[in-house]
């Protein structure tokens, strides 16, 4: 499937992602890491056209990484903050992205705190016949497409620069680890990863993985989903980790017994780090906790740590989703 | 009157606006409406040109307006914001505004709670000869001609998409609804639409429209404006019914005795628009109070309801508004 | 020394800046002036390159200021800010940087509360072999090298628009009053001012200028600094003041016993001007606290008050900054 094929066009989930769709996004991201490597970095792709940053929830990380995807694809940028928004004098949040609608804006990118929101918005846009884009960029503990596409654009071109895509997963084992319970990104990169033909095993106390949680997940990818409660069958033999963030308003809602304890039972360390593949990297969607989720010196160590690099990827796969949706005729 | 002969600095009030140069607006406003339903979107109208975007009120709605229309006409745009400057810190208005033109602010466009400090701005910079332009993007409960600008390319091009102009408002009946006293939407509206020749009927409770108001307003325009204290002798055989947006601090400021009183009594609905002409019109300069000044379904109407097209009208009147004053030698 | 021999990769601090360097920095502004003052107002310099300005201490002046100097060189600019930022979810200032590292940042415009943190992230970025520039926007109070570099700018393209240098400031004397022992300001000023081979007359009450000041400078420029307790001596013979601003935190600290006791010992009025050289000129930083470090009528006054074109300096003057590190191919 090459880009001209592509219909989507809203990136909400990536619960009915096909593995064709994943390969475009892959092979358009891989497009876009070498322009971003040569002199020029900017294409006039979306030259003339909007896209609005509508980040009702506050984040410098992914709305910087949106920016500047957007701004490297010639696009003009409008950001909304909330503080200062209607929002505050009683209108709705549809009527909001209405206004942005009538403004002349052509992508939404989309983050809020409830989970739906960016679905509710791209109905009301697709009833009105408006041909706007909707991008999820995190709506609450529900999915974090953009954050799971950069994932696996990190891990399939590590695996084959030139050329990354889904296969390269097949029959790897994955573990991810800390909060899978209120967690977008684990959400959506169970989806991409079990898609791809990877294991993908969880691992968390199970105030943060309950029994039920695998009932909350699509019985296709199934077969190929573990739960532990604790860290060693995770890590053993796995080729790569991924550390999850333990946010703050966790730590003191009695989910965990203490950081400490945590740490001890489920931080990655250099030594634990001992059962895994030989060539084993390590991931974090970011900002890290250090010393929490994962040692400051692995985070640190270039030769383990792919954090960076899902940084750099960020705006590569962010490029190419903005592409796809934005010259997409449907 | 082409663009070539415009010779307004700076835009602060509507109060001696001529017929001519509301055209002028009109024309311009509309060229640049097709600009924007093209493929290019942009032009390089005032490229190098800076437009600095001076909100000492926060908005979101007008600010991104303004951002976007200086951007199509391929203006760099800095962006002012109050919570973090100098004025904090002891600094004066007109010293913030001095600052920014030694910067090489070409055009200002400023927000700001208290009345007539856009034109306190325009004096300063007049007398320093400094060639920088002022538009007033809202003063206290003075003017907003930018608001009224864009209800006026709303009203003709609805009328006359390719050639919209003052004389086709001529002896049309227009309501303004709400809270006139505070409105610096309405003041702007009651000069330009008296301008056209239309008949401006305004209703509000009595303590939103005090019997001294009309004194407030220039006399020349007099006969052409009605006042009323009920809904229904505005609304018969209107031909478009504006209404206005109700600010929570009236709404608790014992102006009127309840949302739902109010409502009962000057909230619009598909009933009470029964006596207008049949093909009326609403308008609302946003944000709404869904069910208070207006009907839900009424606002989302398209039969009805203009407000998505005031949105729109909002971008191409603000870049005709930035480049007459951005390319006038005056 | 052209500018294609330039080889410093951050600006952190004045301390160690050769006369050589100060002139290209000097000459290269005078370049841009040029541009400005003309009718296209940008260069394509940095085109496709990203300025990532990392404000952790609000301001809008300098910010602005950079910002402005970046769009004219065509670059990308990312604006950071502190309040939404991951430093709030715990993440360091490192990582941070790191982050924005990883996004693709090309130069990092960096302002801190604490001395030493734009130094700190030049080492890391150093140490990963990045290649990332860093420009200190200030520091704690520590150093503001782009404030005296402008300042410096304004000084001698005073004495010679065409060809400013260096060299046009040996034995002119020059005062700076007030906040000396929190002005970073003050500590930058002292070392280019010093090195261009003017006399440096500082004069503020000894709270704000203890006695050990002098031990915290540099010792190569010691017979070019002098200290006064009283604002007469220094002013005696003047060529330039240089005026500092008085922090609101400092008023209220005991540093002084009430503003209007420090404006009658040390605030410039027109009156006292009069023992300084007959052509005296007087600067000040900005935002000015009117009739405490200076009298409105003197900082109103253009032929004796330079401010209006230290802010102007200060967009050529960046421009410069910008241009040479971020060229420079070490």
């Given at each position: 499937?090459s880009?001209n094929?592509?219909?989507?066009?809203?990136?909400?989930?990536?619960?009915?992602?096909?593995a064709?769709e994943?390969?475009?996004?892959?092979?358009?991201a891989?497009?876009?890491?070498k322009?971003?490597?040569?002199?020029?970095k900017k294409v006039?792709?979306?030259?003339?056209?909007?896209?609005?940053?509508?980040?009702?929830?506050?984040?410098?990380?992914?709305?910087?990484?949106?920016?500047?995807?957007?701004?490297?694809?010639?696009a003009?940028?409008?950001?909304f903050?909330?503080?200062?928004?209607?929002?505050?004098?009683?209108?709705?949040?549809l009527?909001?992205?209405?206004?942005?609608l009538?403004?002349?804006?052509d992508?939404?990118?989309i983050r809020?705190k409830?989970?739906?929101v960016?679905?509710?918005?791209?109905?009301?846009?697709?009833?009105?016949?408006s041909g706007?884009?909707?991008?999820?960029a995190?709506?609450?503990?529900?999915?974090?497409?953009?954050?799971?596409?950069?994932?696996?654009?990190?891990?399939?071109?590590l695996?084959?620069?030139?050329n990354?895509?889904?296969e390269?997963?097949?029959?790897?084992?994955?573990?991810?680890?800390?909060?899978i319970?209120?967690?977008?990104?684990?959400?959506?990169?169970?989806?991409?990863?079990?898609?791809?033909g990877?294991?993908?095993?969880?691992?968390a106390p199970?105030?943060?993985?309950?029994?039920?949680?695998?009932?909350?997940?699509?019985?296709?990818?199934?077969?190929k989903?573990?739960?532990?409660?604790?860290?060693?069958?995770?890590?053993e033999g796995?080729?790569?980790?991924?550390a999850?963030?333990?946010?703050?308003?966790?730590?003191?809602a009695?989910?965990?017994?203490?950081?400490?304890?945590?740490?001890n039972?489920?931080?990655?360390?250099?030594?634990?780090?001992?059962?895994?593949?030989?060539?084993?990297?390590?991931?974090h969607p970011?900002?890290?906790?250090?010393?929490?989720?994962?040692?400051?010196?692995?985070?640190?160590?270039?030769?383990?740590?792919l954090?960076?690099?899902?940084?750099?990827?960020?705006?590569?796969t962010?490029?190419?989703?903005?592409?796809?949706?934005?010259i997409?005729?449907?």
């Amino acid at each position: 499937m090459s880009t001209n094929t592509w219909t989507r066009r809203h990136i909400l989930s990536l619960m009915d992602f096909s593995a064709t769709e994943y390969n475009t996004v892959l092979q358009t991201a891989a497009g876009f890491q070498k322009v971003l490597s040569g002199r020029t970095k900017k294409v006039p792709a979306l030259q003339g056209r909007v896209v609005a940053n509508m980040f009702f929830e506050p984040s410098t990380r992914t709305r910087s990484s949106f920016e500047l995807a957007a701004k490297r694809l010639s696009a003009d940028i409008l950001n909304f903050s909330p503080g200062n928004s209607s929002l505050t004098k009683g209108e709705t949040i549809l009527d909001t992205a209405k206004t942005y609608l009538a403004m002349g804006a052509d992508i939404m990118v989309i983050r809020h705190k409830e989970a739906g929101v960016p679905q509710a918005i791209a109905n009301e846009m697709d009833r009105l016949n408006s041909g706007v884009r909707i991008l999820n960029a995190g709506d609450g503990l529900h999915q974090h497409p953009s954050q799971a596409l950069l994932d696996l654009f990190t891990l399939t071109s590590l695996l084959d620069r030139d050329n990354p895509r889904m296969e390269l997963l097949q029959g790897k084992k994955i573990a991810i680890v800390g909060d899978i319970l209120h967690s977008r990104v684990a959400r959506s990169n169970i989806y991409s990863l079990t898609t791809a033909g990877a294991e993908v095993h969880l691992a968390a106390p199970p105030t943060l993985l309950p029994k039920e949680f695998l009932k909350l997940i699509d019985k296709e990818n199934q077969d190929k989903l573990f739960v532990h409660w604790e860290l060693d069958p995770a890590l053993e033999g796995a080729d790569f980790v991924m550390a999850l963030r333990l946010q703050k308003e966790r730590m003191t809602a009695n989910f965990i017994p203490s950081l400490r304890e945590y740490h001890n039972l489920f931080g990655i360390t250099r030594d634990r780090l001992k059962i895994c593949q030989s060539d084993v990297k390590i991931m974090h969607p970011g900002p890290t906790n250090r010393g929490v989720e994962i040692t400051s010196d692995l985070m640190d160590d270039p030769d383990l740590s792919l954090i960076s690099q899902q940084v750099t990827s960020g705006v590569s796969t962010r490029m190419a989703l903005l592409y796809l949706i934005g010259i997409s005729d449907s």
